[in-house]
């Protein structure tokens, strides 16, 4: 009797009831923050022409070797007329985000010799990191207390082993009140590689799509378009977290008026469950935009959304997560049987 | 003319939660006495291609919305806004019972009892497009006259007309044949008088004030969707103050969809699924890609 009453209530309510909610298929992670930064500084950063090779240890010490050119920081200062370049070794460094400051000393005068008088003495440089690729950004270059504003880029940096990615199920998000919004966390692989603050891209190519995306959709169907899978903006890789990154996937909204809630009834009163919503989602890690190196689509990852008789299941690359949810479609008829009964009757 | 269609619409004497039950013992009525036309996969078709000539395009739609169809494509070719309507379906000639086909596991129902699935009738419709990417609302115009004229010509169906405001088209219902097979005058569900306060409101809020305002004035559920619930919408939570005083709902909804930077449309669709007095007001991003709607 409570289910019955339950069930007209629901029923009662459905073509009423308007969903409210953002929407997404894949939101990306709910972890993007200010806090977001590049964590990566290792590899060689090009300043105005000068070769800036940088690598720190876990530890954050830097070590490394600046080369000038004389085309470059020194002829933007310009009180190095006589300087043909000249190579610093890195004494110090220090990380604040994505914001990293090293200093230099002539090459020479480490072991001992003197320094050469025709080029600055001491280099250093504050470099700020910036996305997407963090392999480019602001630089304010300094030799010998003079400074100036600099644009710095690197090459794009990849592993030298393929990438990759692990999927593993992380519940759903009850927390920012989307209980039909599965999350996943994804590790890039390898993790020897540190790919923290920089983003992942998805893109669902027409081509690479399944032949049908929606198979809860019919001709003709007076409520929804079918769905076809559309990519969203990049998933942030959490800074220094072990290459982690949050892909949720399902509907925003809790509750009887939400769109999701609205659809899996929709589809099972149809009687077009058990039915899927089917997507190939391609992943690329990002690069500075018109990095020279090819975008590489380094994980493929198949996407089923599923409505079942009474379960709501998503999976993501073969990892799934399931729950009950809503009224299944046994409930849904002996609803509508039971209403139509009362009514004819008055029992 | 609208009036008249608003009249009959206020007549209605039931509470509104009885109108779903309601609308179900409508359509097993229809079936039970045989109005209903026999399922048939043929009579449910939904399909819309555009085939490229060198001198013009070639657009074949078979659907239940032809109109519908075309002005999907119509949209991702041209870039204009084209809004249609459904007409409000009560000849059991225009509709069609898809159960048989599309309801899983429906062979284990004994005949006569197995749930009914009630979607338009499908009709076909084909119509020659220049093969130039550009057309000017003049030119759009007159297609959509050729369209709407050819939909005419139909036994079954709606017919419609169209409307154009500012640069923006509408599709929207001028007759349909009453129970008895007699072409009747309709008008626009959306021509429906509304009011709604001003007030700070999600831009999907506001499409669901204007859906249950209509709802209200003309006795019917309107439900709303936005996109697909599945796809990605950016900027899905813009707020917008916009209100109305005694101004039709498609004035209200042009002025909604302009809240959104991505241009925007609608579909109105009588949802017979679930009853005859049941709509569905899909707001999405104007189509780009043609290859995306020729489903």
Same mark, same amino acid.
């Given at each position: 009797m409570h289910t019955n009453s339950r069930i007209k209530r629901l029923l009662r309510k459905l073509p009423l009831s308007l969903g409210a909610g953002a929407i997404c298929l894949l939101s990306y992670a709910s972890g993007v923050s200010a806090s977001q930064s590049c964590s990566d500084v290792t590899g060689t950063w090009g300043i105005a022409g000068d070769s800036w090779d940088l690598s720190h240890d876990a530890n954050g010490k830097f070590a490394g070797i600046i080369g000038l050119v004389p085309g470059g920081t020194l002829a933007a200062i310009?009180? +190095?007329?006589?300087?043909m370049g000249g190579q610093y070794a890195i004494i110090g460094g220090s990380r604040n985000g994505a914001t990293v400051g090293v200093s230099g000393v002539q090459l020479g005068t480490v072991t001992g010799g003197q320094p050469n008088p025709d080029c600055p003495t001491n280099v250093s440089a504050s470099l700020t990191m910036a996305q997407p690729g963090c392999d480019h950004g602001a630089a304010i270059a300094t030799l010998d207390g003079r400074g100036i504003s600099q644009q710095w880029r690197s090459q794009c940096k990849v592993p030298t082993s393929p990438i990759g990615e692990v999927t593993t199920p992380d519940g759903w998000d009850t927390a920012n009140n989307n209980p039909i919004k599965a999350v996943f966390k994804a590790t890039v692989q390898p993790t020897s590689f540190n790919f923290g603050g920089r983003f992942v891209q998805e893109d669902f190519p027409a081509d690479a799509q399944p032949a049908k995306t929606d198979t809860c959709w019919y001709p003709n169907n007076g409520h929804y378009n079918p769905y076809t899978p559309a990519p969203k903006p990049g998933h942030y890789v959490d800074s220094d977290a072990g290459n982690r990154y949050e892909d949720d996937i399902g509907f925003d909204g809790a509750g009887n008026d939400s769109f999701g809630y609205q659809l899996i009834v929709f589809y099972r009163s149809s009687g077009t469950i058990p039915c899927s919503f089917l997507a190939t989602q391609k992943m690329t890690m990002d690069c500075a935009q018109n990095d020279p190196l090819p975008v590489v689509v380094f994980q493929t990852n198949p996407l089923v959304l599923t409505i079942s008789d009474a379960n709501w299941s998503v999976s993501r690359n073969g990892v799934p997560q399931s729950e009950l949810y809503a009224p299944s479609r046994t409930d849904i008829k002996s609803g509508v049987l039971h209403m139509l009964w009362k009514m004819m009757t008055g029992h | 003319m609208a009036n008249q269609h608003m009249e009959s619409k206020s007549r209605h004497p039931f509470p509104s939660h009885f109108r779903t039950p309601l609308a179900w013992i409508f359509i097993l009525a229809l079936l039970i006495g045989g109005y209903a036309r026999a399922d048939s996969v043929s009579l449910n078709a939904d399909s819309a291609k555009l085939i490229y000539g060198s001198d013009s395009d070639t657009l074949t739609i078979d659907s239940g919305r032809p109109l519908m169809r075309a002005a999907l494509i119509l949209q991702a070719l041209y870039g204009y806004v084209i809004t249609y309507e459904d007409p409000w379906y009560s000849n059991s000639d225009d509709v069609v019972d898809i159960a048989p086909s599309t309801?899983?596991? +429906?062979?284990?129902?004994k005949p006569g009892n197995g749930p009914k699935l009630i979607v338009p009738r499908s009709s076909q419709l084909s119509i020659k497009l220049p093969a130039s990417k550009k057309l000017s609302q003049d030119e759009l115009f007159g297609r959509l006259q050729d369209l709407v004229k050819l939909q005419k010509s139909k036994p079954r169906g709606g017919h419609f007309q169209v409307l154009q405001t500012g640069d923006s088209f509408h599709i929207i219902p001028a007759e349909a044949r009453d129970r008895n097979g007699n072409w009747s005058t309709q008008s626009s569900l959306l021509d429906t008088v509304i009011s709604l306060p001003q007030e700070d409101r999600t831009e999907s809020k506001l499409y669901l004030a204007i859906a249950g305002a209509v709802s209200a004035a003309a006795k019917v559920s309107m439900t709303v969707v936005v996109n697909h619930p599945l796809s990605y919408s950016s900027k899905s939570d813009l707020h917008t103050n916009v209100g109305a005083s005694n101004e039709t709902a498609r004035s209200v909804l042009m002025r909604a969809l302009s809240v959104h930077p991505t241009k925007r449309t609608w579909t109105l669709m009588q949802t017979t699924e679930s009853g005859p007095n049941v709509f569905s007001l899909n707001v999405m991003d104007i189509p780009t890609n043609v290859a995306a709607v020729s489903y």
């Open positions: 310009g009180k +190095y007329p006589k300087c | 309801i899983k596991g +429906y062979s284990a129902f």
